[in-house]
């Protein structure tokens, strides 16, 4: 992934192919193209969450970095419960 850091014209399209190839799901999720199989719960977090990024400006890392916060919270409760509640 680290071989497409030229911020010139297309630069993130070209990111978006590698990422397909990355390890974490995080990362894989940011190719508009992955999908794991059919109706499985990626596809369906991928959708409802409208994770989807055709470019990579401010509002698109602001908007990924909110929806990773919430699955974190959603994911490592305490006792049941999130720890910002």
């Known amino acids: 992934m680290n071989n497409f850091n030229d911020l010139a014209n297309g630069w993130f399209r070209q990111k978006q192919n ?6 974490l799901l995080s990362a894989k999720l940011l190719d508009s193209n992955f999908a ?3 109706n ?3 596809n369906r977090l991928k959708s409802e969450l409208s994770f989807e990024f055709m470019q990579w400006q401010k509002p698109d890392i ?20 999130r720890i910002d509640q």
Request: proline letters at 0%; a positive charge.
């Open 40 to 42: 499985t719960a990626a």
């Open 18 to 23: 590698e990422y397909a190839r990355s390890g």
């Open 62 to 81: 602001d908007k990924r970095q909110a929806i990773l916060l919430e699955l974190v919270l959603d994911t490592w409760k305490i006792n049941g419960k």
């Open 36 to 38: 794991i199989g059919q």
